[in-house]
């Protein structure tokens, strides 16, 4: 497709679970982002991959998060023992070097 | 820390009634200042990037502008297409974007 694609659109989850959540960005961008988004909140920064290596890791919150990127295009956002608090909108963005970055549709993560 | 104020919280607007958005910034390196609009249950749709304080962007009702302090977005004759909440974000020399928590707004037909 020509957008951000990220799955699944929704996902719930037991709290002490594992989820993995996916991106594919637009074809050809090298930079890859991920956001976290709350209600009433803007999205919140966790990583960005320049290529295959993670040139940014600052906003993810804890050792429980993780995100890879192999070879430089599809991410997946790892997180373990999940917890109530880690619900939230999980947004995907992808941009060419140094311009305007285009964003998923989000992963809705429910954590019950 | 990059840091965004987005003003108001919300706005109501009548149709055809043109009012404007602010997004004061403060960031060490400005590369660039995005706007973007996001409707419910969707993600953030790109509008425009402004790079230097002077700069104007414009896209049919909407118009961008940006100083070094803060940018605004003017909405011109809104239409209740326009309803969204609209994100201001800055970008430093670490790409990463940082953004305020959005002006939601609503304009009545």
């Known amino acids: 497709g020509a957008g951000v694609s990220q799955t699944p659109s929704n996902k719930v989850t037991e709290k002490g679970k594992y989820v993995e959540l996916r991106c594919d960005p637009i074809?050809?961008?090298?930079?890859l982002y991920w956001y976290r988004q709350s209600l009433g909140q803007g999205p919140e920064f966790l990583i960005y991959?320049?290529?295959?290596?993670?040139?940014?890791d600052s906003g993810l919150p804890n050792d429980r998060f993780f995100a890879v990127r192999p070879e430089g295009s599809v991410s997946t956002l790892k997180i373990q023992r999940t917890e109530r608090g880690d619900s939230a909108v999980y947004l995907c963005?992808?941009?060419?070097?140094?311009?305007?970055?285009?964003f998923g549709q989000g992963t809705r993560l429910t954590v019950v | 820390e990059d840091q965004v104020t987005q003003s108001p919280e919300a706005l109501r607007l009548q149709e055809g009634e043109s009012s404007s958005l602010n997004c004061s910034y403060t960031?060490?390196?400005?590369?660039?200042l995005f706007w973007y609009r996001q409707d419910p249950g969707k993600g953030p749709e790109f509008l425009f990037t402004?790079?230097?304080a002077g700069e104007e962007k414009e896209k049919e009702r909407l118009k961008a502008t940006l100083t070094k302090k803060e940018s605004f977005l003017h909405i011109t004759a809104p239409k209740p297409e326009d309803s969204a909440t609209y994100l201001c974000?800055?970008?430093?020399?670490?790409?990463?974007?940082?953004f305020g928590a959005g002006t939601t707004v609503t304009v009545r037909a």
């Open positions: 963005a992808s941009s060419a070097e140094g311009l305007e970055a285009f």
């Open positions: 074809s050809g961008h090298t930079a």
């Open positions: 991959f320049q290529g295959t290596g993670a040139a940014d």
């Open positions: 960031v060490s390196g400005l590369r660039g």
């Open positions: 402004l790079y230097s």
């Open positions: 974000a800055v970008q430093a020399g670490d790409y990463k974007l940082s």
